[in-house]
């Protein structure tokens, strides 16, 4: 016999695109408790009482919340908060926003932030005398778009005793001048040169920064996302404290998941110390049961880790750990039963991962931890099988793979014909890969629907760019199910959520639009109206 409930919340006049196995609609959803209790217009009704409150759709679009697979938050509020250049168009304009911070902050000691696009600078390397012209003296340290890299000025690099005379560390490279003086540019592990210099973040401050990168993930309809960070990186503290106060608190209305770091560093020592820190992450939101290992860098700085050179004669790239140290790392996590979430951009970096891993899974027999490899930029055609072959999730930011000026100025000119093997998505999904969709914001628009749009056109939703490698471009369901049930399977969640059925947790978005009526060319037009994380409304859009 069925149980009878007076729903909390109803949502009536459909569509409701369920992101079931079946990819079905409905037209109505009932919550009670925080779970859904109906779906459907004939079991919804029944559920409907005086103490019900009922939002019509109207037509507009609701489906599961939107799953982030690869995010920053913490990073992404923190840099909100302080000299924030993302929303920055070009060097001018950059320099007008850092110089209306110094002015507005004159008792700030240092000028931190970032979000400046390495498109932007020639070769993608600013210099330190622009920034000296709008930082009043004041050390400077702004990281760039993708968190491979600062941009610093005379009085940082002073601070920090970095000359001509510093030596290059193993994962890193200072950008130099004719006369081999730091020019203002840190690659990689450069930046930890910097770190102890740097003014140290409170607790406070680190929680302001989580709860004003939930708020703007919530106004996305983000309900979920994997915090890819948890560790010292970039001059931050580690974060899992912040994340069990915020849990503890109640202040965590999201769900989260987090990879602890991996210090490249250090050796296996680690791994105890990593075990010790996961047991007590377990809280009512949050859990941190993977472990992130950076195994390379990005093309357009050359240190994404390729199988053969970057044309002119710029190397290739950088592997992060030697192929002894990663075998043993990921045998052990392994078979300690902790996921791994591999930083992978270059097929060297790809590949290596993937050897590894069937490696593992030889010595320590199938484990089902649902390992993750995210970014996946190069992929050589013969390793495309292997994903579904090793049960590994291709975790995607699918707004990378635009024709914006990284990939034409700073990628395209040094892969020659393997450009055609970036961001094979369609590849991926047809050879029977796992796709999880996340936007690792800060390093690129929080917007699902901006990401969604360009899986789809392979395009940035208001450019008018050729798309690019149209033929890996995914369908609008497909792109969908990426960012809700793919990112749930992946981080063991899809009993919870991702999906729209009776039993699970009443995480929901509703659109302003139903996308799937629309053009794909105007995808991207649709935005949040409401979120909803475990029958409560964490985002509603003003009218």
């Given at each position: 016999m069925e149980r009878c409930y007076s729903a909390d919340t109803a949502f009536v006049g459909g569509p409701v695109a369920t992101m079931d196995s079946?990819?079905?609609?409905?037209?109505?959803?009932?919550?009670?408790?925080?779970?859904?209790?109906?779906?459907?217009?004939?079991?919804?009704?029944?559920?409907?009482?005086?103490?019900?409150?009922?939002?019509?759709?109207?037509?507009?679009?609701?489906?599961?919340?939107?799953?982030?697979?690869?995010?920053?938050?913490?990073?992404?509020?923190?840099?909100?908060l302080r000299c924030d250049l993302s929303c920055g168009n070009g060097v001018a304009d950059y320099l007008d926003q850092i110089s209306d911070y110094v002015q507005a902050h004159p008792d700030v000691e240092w000028v931190l932030g970032g979000g400046w696009e390495m498109a932007a600078f020639p070769g993608g390397a600013p210099d330190r005398q622009t920034l000296d012209a709008v930082t009043a003296g004041r050390p400077a340290y702004l990281l760039n778009r993708d968190h491979h890299g600062a941009w610093v000025n005379t009085a940082a690099l002073h601070r920090a005793g970095i000359d001509r005379n510093t030596?290059?560390?193993?994962?890193g490279r200072i950008e130099r001048d004719s006369a081999g003086n730091p020019s203002g540019t840190l690659h990689e592990g450069t930046t930890r040169l910097m770190e102890p210099h740097l003014p140290r973040l409170s607790a406070d401050d680190y929680l302001a920064g989580l709860l004003e990168g939930q708020r703007y993930l919530h106004a996305r309809g983000v309900t979920f996302w994997h915090d890819a960070i948890i560790g010292r990186y970039l001059g931050y503290d580690d974060t899992l404290d912040i994340y069990r106060e915020a849990d503890r608190r109640g202040l965590l209305t999201a769900r989260v998941r987090g990879a602890l770091w991996w210090d490249r560093a250090r050796g296996l020592e680690q791994i105890s110390e990593l075990l010790q820190?996961?047991?007590?992450?377990?809280?009512?939101?949050?859990?941190?049961?993977?472990v992130k290992i950076m195994q390379d860098g990005v093309c357009e700085n050359f240190t994404a880790a390729l199988l053969q050179p970057y044309l002119s004669d710029k190397g290739s790239g950088l592997s992060f750990l030697d192929a002894e140290l990663l075998d043993r790392a990921v045998q052990q996590l392994d078979a300690a039963g902790l996921q791994l979430h591999f930083h992978t951009v270059g097929d060297r970096a790809v590949r290596d991962v993937l050897d590894a891993l069937q490696r593992a899974s030889r010595r320590n027999g199938p484990t089902g931890l649902r390992h993750q490899l995210a970014h996946l930029q190069l992929v050589h055609p013969s390793d495309l099988p292997r994903f579904e072959q090793l049960g590994v999730v291709a975790n995607i930011q699918p707004a990378w793979a635009v024709n914006d000026p990284a990939m034409t100025d700073l990628t395209?000119?040094?892969?020659?014909?393997?450009?055609?093997?970036?961001?094979?998505?369609?590849?991926?999904?047809?050879?029977?890969?796992?796709?999880?969709?996340?936007?690792?914001?800060?390093?690129?628009?929080?917007?699902?629907?901006q990401s969604i749009h360009a899986a789809v056109n392979r395009q940035e939703y208001g450019e008018d760019e050729a798309p690019f490698l149209p033929e890996q471009a995914l369908t609008p369901?497909?792109?969908?199910?990426?960012?809700?049930?793919?990112?749930?399977?992946?981080?063991?969640?899809?009993?919870?959520?991702g999906s729209i059925s009776v039993g699970k947790a009443a995480d929901l978005v509703v659109l302003d639009r139903n996308p799937l009526e629309l053009p794909t060319a105007e995808l991207g037009q649709a935005r949040v109206d409401l979120t909803m994380v475990g029958g409560e409304i964490v985002h509603q859009r003003a009218p």
């Open positions: 079946a990819r079905s609609f409905s037209d109505a959803v009932a919550v009670h408790d925080g779970r859904i209790t109906g779906v459907g217009s004939a079991a919804v009704r029944e559920q409907v009482t005086a103490r019900t409150e009922v939002i019509d759709l109207r037509g507009r679009l609701l489906l599961p919340g939107f799953h982030d697979a690869h995010a920053h938050p913490v990073y992404g509020g923190i840099e909100r030596p290059d560390p193993p994962d820190r996961s047991e007590r992450s377990t809280g009512h939101k949050f859990s941190a049961r993977t395209l000119p040094y892969l020659g014909s393997r450009g055609a093997w970036q961001y094979p998505y369609r590849s991926l999904l047809r050879t029977g890969a796992v796709l999880a969709s996340g936007s690792d914001w800060p390093v690129s628009e929080a917007e699902p629907m369901l497909e792109a969908f199910a990426a960012y809700t049930t793919g990112t749930a399977w992946a981080n063991h969640m899809e009993q919870l959520t």
